[in-house]
């Protein structure tokens, strides 16, 4: 006949401080987990994928047009730069949406845009960026 061995006290409080711990976790707030990217990260996704050839100061123009106020502009509007006839002939303005699509892959957005060898980025990353942008248009 087989003893069943009783657990040690020490097994028996990491159990009760493993559920412990698992009860906070899961009576935290859900909207914890919707917050939307903070500035922070949003500028760094901004100044690994963008920066190199934009800004966001308004008449900052570089390889790329400004950014500043992006969200609302028709494309290919910006004074004082050179766009693409693919660009000055996009006809439609810049929104959330738009801006994402353009970011993950430009050409099924304006085909013929000047942004190359940029190949696009995560749906993730942009979001961030979109995000970064709108707040720092905003200042």
Known sequence: M????????????????????????????????????????????????????????EGDNRLGPNLNKIVGRKAGSLPNYNYSSSMKEAGFVWDQDKLTRFMVKPDEVVSGNKMQPYGGISVDEAGKIVAYLQAAGAQ
């Open 2 to 57: 087989q003893s069943r061995q009783q657990p040690s006290s020490g097994t028996r409080l990491r159990s009760i401080a493993g559920a412990g711990a698992l009860t906070l976790l899961l009576s935290a707030p859900s909207s914890l987990a919707q917050q939307p990217a903070s500035d922070d990260s949003g500028q760094q996704a901004f100044n690994n994928s963008c920066r190199t050839c934009h800004s966001v100061k």
